[in-house]
């Protein structure tokens, strides 16, 4: 099935798979492998990435579900440099060990941190808890994400 | 040396430095195995056996063939022409048999999960549909499942070679035993249950592999954590001199001694490479996972305690059972864990009376093998589990009867019952520590208010020592051509850019983080100049790997002695070009300067220059030395022992059986600490491992041998919401055989977590009687104990 979409900004026409979900059709079709599966059906949030503005599971969309919609990825929002203060934070409180949980951890928190404010550490640990890391323990995480909501909030 | 490295000028040593390369991985810039994508290449997807235990009676691939997209269907007959056998036992663990394996099942199928049949295609996609057209008929054989009843006469032998379902017995005696007992005011006895449960690495395992017909030589993309081993491995039972074989251990998504195993579906795939003579893919999913994977415990202890009423341990026994899987894990075994945990049990007590007995056995699950933390957990759980019931028999308290009975901090260098030989352990400092930063008195007043009020609050203690820096008693001794110890290249580049080689790999420890911190320190260069190239059999020096807790203490030492020896290399040059004495320079920020006073004399990189491009300006009898190697392993200490105590505060709803935690406080001694943040996150990631298991994780079988949670929904880990801040301290008692003194920290938070939840949750019930001696502890658990399920 032919789909076009708008992936971090590019247009894109492609040929899929009506059965290929969203990640392997970034990952395999356009190489964009920042986008990690953990385990294919919904739990882990590994692949978590934004459409239409909304952060989803891409394990669980197929591609032809985003016939006409704007994708992006960690790559993309790497580019843009929107959460660069948010990488910046997790770089420096070491708030990934492996790393691979860590793009999809970044796109949740950043879902967060857009609602303003600076969430109490009880509620960053709620909205994270669809995101598995094995290695941190998330306690890192959770201050990353809180500082880099205290340094939005003195600057804003 | 008279400085200690945290003293010299421009210390990294002790610094939270951030890891270099991290920027790349949450950019979605990393490359780990899952991501790699090679010429020609083809992806492998594995039938499973559906059976814990069956005969295979024929197999009919007819149909799968034509399916769009294949390439090659193979079976363990024909894979057996590839690849040899191998079996997973080592000497010294005496007596532990086990019966050969092959990549792939051959004739009968010995667990739920084995590979049987590989399907090569175009596209994992096309494989797996392939693969369901695959007719394979089974003719079920009664399963062995419990661990109980493995040793049953009446029970299936696995492997009929063999005898019987024993893989390994082992038995210890130290001190009198009965005597102890016999003058003991209390005695508790208790079986202790850990439930079976594995590593969930978030990547699962991933390899590629590629047989260059032209070069002869086979490059495995692995994310394993001990790349020469494998190297040899695969070499070995594929057939190929070892140079043949080149191990690349690049980004990898979560290890945990899951990925320091040989499994069979990556000798499958490996062979399958060469077979093919192209490049082959297989990505684990995580169903498979779950039943591909090592898992690990899986222990019923039953344990004994005396002491008398004035809080003196007088004895510990106890008698342990462990279920492996049908094979010992090629080539650290399936007997490690067992073996630890009689080495360990009552390890930071001065009480010499022990008697102990493990036996493994096999049966028809998955295999079980080291995973992070080896035998620490059980043995934490049961000794720890055992003296907080004796301190209540007695009517005494937790940290008082520690506070009796753990090995004083001035009585090293000094051995336990078991025969563990410690150089400087700091139990009493760290208990010390411990209960002033969690305000103890105040939690108890806490507590007791709260239960007034029927809110049940517990507070459980864990000391806990934990084997690191393991020399050649772990592998070598037993014939495993495991390296024990490691290297490190070091060399000076043209510009002053210094890089080092080393044969320790990265999992998100910051292996390379602290090599580079070391090196720089050893240098007198800036952390930014220094480069880390590792997890390359290529290109890096021979030697062990990440595991068991040795990067730090090992590959870092190595680091710290070739970074030395490159600057009295760069002295010497220097003490050449400027016709100075060497010793009477230093090199400090990038530069030589004088040693006395710290007046610049030149940079790095002008004496790189002159080294590299203007040989021609040096005396012709000099040459310069750029590049210096050095290797390191401990001798005085088979081990080098770290300790450490942790602490649980939490609550459990009796209605729910519902256990919620609300603090938690670790403090431990690793010895010198290169980076504290790291060492920390090591802590607190190890920590939620073991909450894990006492709260959550269970591989849970049904008695025909099928794991019937293994998928993510069923199978519970921790998530954030669940987990508690985890305050982290330290007591800092270096071993002195190394110039650094770093003993290893990445196992210290699993090794107490459970045992201390466990203590936490019979504290806080113990106004009900209930003395719970099983993990995970779920609800359903606790609320039987409280008789209300
Ligand atoms: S891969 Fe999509 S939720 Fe796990
Ligand atoms: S950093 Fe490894 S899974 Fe999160």
Redesign the interface.
Known sequence: MNISLMVNGEQVEADV?P??HLV?FL??QLG??????????G??G?CTLRLDGVIVRGCLVLAVQADGGVVE???GL?DSGEIADL?AA?????A????????AM?IAAQDLLQHGGVPS??A???H???????????????DAVETTAQAREASR | MSLSPADLPNSYIGRSVPRPHLARLTQGRGLYVSDLSLPRMVHVAFVRSPYAHAEITRIDAQAARAMPGVVRIVTGEELAAFCTPWVGVLAHLKGLKSAPQHPMAIGRVRWQGEPVIAVLAASRAQAEDAAERIEIDFSELPPVVDVMAALDPARPVIHAELGDNLAFERRLEAGEVDAAFARSDAIVEKTFTFARHTGVTLEARSIVADWNAGEQRLTVHLGSQAPHMMQNIIALHLGLAEPQVRILCQDVGGSFGIKVHVYADDMAVAALARMLARPVKYVGDRLESFVADIHARDHVVHAKIGVSNDGVIQAFEIDDLTGIGPYSVYPRTSAVEANQVVNLVGGPYACPNYRARTRVVFQNKAVMSQYRGVGHPIATSVTEGLVDLAARRIGMDPVQIRRRNLVADNAYPCASASGLKFEALSHHASLDKLLAMMDYPALRAEQAALRARGIHRGIGFASFIEITNPGPAFYGVGGARISAQDGAAVRLDSTGAVICQTSITEQGQGSGAIIAQVVATAMGVAIENVRVILGDTDNTPYGGGTWASRGAGIGGEAAWQAGRALRDNVLKLAGTILQAVPETLDIVAGAVVDADGGTERMRLSELARIAYFRPDTLPPDFQSELMATRHYVPRQYPFAFTNGIQASYLEVDTDTGFVRLLRHWVVEDCGTIINPQLVDEQIRGGVVQGLGAALFEHCQYDDQGQMINANMADYLVPMAGEMPDIDVAHVVSPTLESALGAKGAGEAGTAGAAACVSNAVNDALAPFGVEITEIPLVPELILRALGRA
Do not use: K, M, W
């Not at chain 1, 964009?32 to 059906?41: A, D, I, Y």
């Not at chain 1, 990934?96 to 793009?103: D, I, S, V």
């Not at chain 1, 994270?128 to 959770?142: H, M």
């Open positions: 798979l059965r290929t392997d990952r395999e964009l492998t920042g986008t990690h599966l953990g385990c294919e059906h739990v882990c590994a990825t960690i790559e790497s990488q997790f770089i420096a409180r070491n990934l060990q492996c790393g691979f949980c860590t793009p970044l550490r009880e960053i640990r709620e994270l808890s669809g995101n598995y890391c094995r290695c941190t323990g998330y306690q890192a995480i959770v």
